[in-house]
């Protein structure tokens, strides 16, 4: 996360701005789940044990409890039968959903999106904002997402759009 | 628990890579058992190299010099004893060689915890007469056994048996060359002639070799009595005392120390052989050198092959940032990795050197020219 900005910024009632890098990582850990568009996940391990890190480097649960909460997630996201599998077996809508129940696992407050379907095809875009309104709507879950995909930011609650680093219409 | 992940994360990356852990870990055995083998190696020549000049020479020689008087007459004088003398063209008086009053030195001596051991030496100028011929030589007369221990005496005879110097009257070991060239054959009688012009037949028991061909053509060892009888001395004379200590480093001290008390002259083993361990101190630089470069070429290996994998995981390290590992905790997992690499690759060094090293120790080789260098001989 960067450090690097000016005015205040509160997560959970925190203000970030003084926070040192272990701390930050904790937040990180606990209240945020990140998506990216590019690097999923990690290729040295299972699809499992990538969904598991952030809960086993959490420590709230045990590595068994861990691991249960982890096939839930990915039952959500409906690729349990993927779970022992190892990422660059699996297709690119595949690795997003197993990334976004990496996101998931700690049950964050926020999760953020970086262009989370800008590097898939139209139908696992599709499948990728039915998972993240799925889990608005039923989870009550708050997503934070930046696209380019105009389509799939007109189907989200509330749109803030930027240009050049500056906020040209809400 | 934290611990527990990041290990299991160090060694998932490593797995995951194998191929290149083991071109790392490789490398660094590769230097190690090198670093190992070179040292022992050159460390075990250094040792045989200063064992040839230590095992043979004394720690601390007692003996006289010739050379004038320190104190001339006028010296003594009461009318010149304040003014400054000068005495042209002194020479030296007599000549005595011997050792006064040996016999209470060598068992003071004997009493003096420091000292490991004494061996007393006669030296005797000699001819060798051969036919016509007389050929100048040196023979030693030395106390057999003491020689033996603290000298390895045994390890110099190439022919015949050392002990036989002792149990057989009027012997002679010759040098090796000087009995080449006498056609002496062990068995054999020799005529000797001393310095006052006395001839004397000894029985040649055995052959000397050093190594060196200057002193293996004239010098000879026979027993004190042996020597004595030679000069045509009494049994009480010796010229020199050879004294072994138990630290070497202590010489030149205690040779100060013997020749105020017992009023002789004293050579230490530094003093004599400063030569010698400028080129010891040399070898022992360039092998320490050769082993640092090897270790400082490992490191480098590691650190590369390190960075290279630090460059493919930027992702990884992207993606364990983001699910909340801290900088410092991926620090550590890489560091984790780096570790273990050199310390698996460090330990399979060590063992591989200590192969290297007995196969080393093992092979055989021997010289001709100076027989006590040799693998077959244990020390």
Redesign the interface.
Known sequence: MDTDYQGELLIDQISMSKKKEAELAKVRNEKIGFVFQFHYLLNEFSVLKNVMLPGLKLGKYSAKEVEFRAMEKLKILGIENEALKMPNQLSGGQKQRVAIARALINDPLIIMGDEPTGNLDKKNSQIVFDVFKELAIESKQTLLIVTHDGEFAQKSDRIIEMEDGKIIRQ | ??TK?IFSIAK??M??RWKQTLVAAVGVVFSITMFVTLLGFMNGLNDLLDSLILNRTPHIRLYNEIKPTKIQPIDRDPNYKSSHNFVESVKPNGGRLEIYNNASIISTLKKDKRILGISPKIAAQVFYNVGAIDMTGTISGIDVEAENKLFKFSEYVVGGNYIDLKNVPNSIILGKVAAEKMLAEIGDIIQVTSAKGERMQLKVVGYFQSGLQDIDKVQSYASISTAQKILGKTNNYITDIQIKLHDINQAPDIAREFSAIFEVDATDIQTANSQFETGSDIRTLISYAVGITLLIVAGFGIYNILNMMIFEKM??I????????????VQRVFILIALSIGFVGGLFGLFFGFVFSVIIDNLPFNTAAIPSVTTSKKY
Do not use: P, V
């Open positions: 628990m934290n992940l998932a990356l797995l995951a992702d990884s992207a993606i364990l940032k983001a699910t909340g590992f801290s900088g410092k905790e």
